[in-house]
């Protein structure tokens, strides 16, 4: 008989051990959980104002890395929403404002910054990531927007900072799965996430069989 043991589980990481379970189902929900569970994250920049000695290209660059806290189930991939605006619309799309300036003193810019003012639960999952530092006067003012997509598009999207599946040291078939998330959601949802993909693929190919 299968079985499955929470060995550890936390916001950030979750490990299981199970035993009598076909490794192949294992390894797919390990690997959907690297490219396939969808995550937001800046995907489009539009610099209005940056007196900072970094590039436009570069700052778009490091504010689309910024880890997103998702809030589960609320918004869309673009592919898949019914607004076919290219665009997009609220429920594809999130707008972030960045609006910074270094008075007297040169000071750094950090992520804590960013401001969602559509949605209060979209936020950066850390606000000490630092974006761009600024010398006295100097100024970034940006207005981006965040979307969903996978990992297998852009790391920007990868859901998983981790996903590893080792065989348990006791061995005798027993298996172990650990995920650790980028924060963009708790471990525990990221690992639900990841089973309904292999639920939802699995159901797409009994039914085309089923056709058949
Ligand atoms: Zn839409």
């Known amino acids: 008989m299968s079985a499955v043991k929470i060995k550890q589980?936390?916001?950030?990481?979750?490990?299981?051990?199970?035993?009598?379970?076909?490794?192949?189902?294992?390894?797919?929900?390990?690997?959907?959980?690297?490219?396939?569970?969808?995550?937001?994250?800046?995907?489009?920049?539009?610099i209005l104002e940056n007196t900072s000695p970094v590039y436009d290209e570069?700052?778009?660059?490091?504010?689309?890395?910024?880890?997103?806290?998702?809030?589960?189930?609320?918004?869309?991939?673009?592919?898949?929403?019914?607004?076919?605006?290219?665009?997009g619309c609220p429920k594809c799309r999130v707008m972030?404002?960045?609006?910074?300036?270094?008075?007297?003193?040169?000071?750094?810019?950090?992520?804590?910054?960013l401001i969602c003012p559509e949605d209060k639960d979209v936020k950066p999952v850390s606000d000490r990531i630092p974006i761009v530092?600024?010398?006295?006067?100097?100024?970034?003012k940006v207005e981006a927007?965040?979307?969903?997509?996978?990992?297998?598009?852009?790391?920007?999207?990868?859901?998983?900072?981790i996903a590893v599946?080792?065989?348990?040291?006791?061995?005798?078939?027993?298996y172990e799965l650990k995920l650790e998330t980028n924060g963009s959601y708790k471990a525990s949802t990221l690992l639900t996430k990841s089973i309904q993909l292999l639920q939802k693929q699995i159901k797409t190919i009994s039914e085309a069989v089923g056709e058949v």
Not at 23 to 41: D, F, G, K, Q
Not at 58 to 82: F, N, Q
Not at 133 to 140: E, I, R, S, T, Y
Not at 168 to 173: E, Q, R
């Open 9 to 46: 589980i936390s916001d950030k990481d979750v490990d299981i051990v199970v035993e009598n379970f076909d490794i192949a189902y294992l390894n797919s929900v390990r690997r959907l959980s690297l490219s396939e569970v969808p995550v937001l994250a800046i995907d489009d920049v539009v």
């Open 165 to 174: 599946l080792l065989e348990a040291k006791n061995g005798k078939g027993m």
């Open 145 to 161: 927007y965040a979307r969903m997509g996978r990992g297998k598009d852009h790391a920007k999207w990868q859901a998983a900072n």
């Open 96 to 113: 972030i404002v960045l609006d910074a300036s270094a008075g007297e003193s040169p000071r750094t810019v950090y992520s804590g910054e």
């Open 58 to 87: 570069v700052l778009a660059h490091r504010l689309g890395m910024i880890p997103l806290v998702t809030p589960v189930d609320r918004y869309s991939l673009p592919s898949e929403c019914d607004c076919n605006n290219p665009s």
């Open 133 to 140: 530092k600024l010398a006295p006067n100097q100024k970034v």
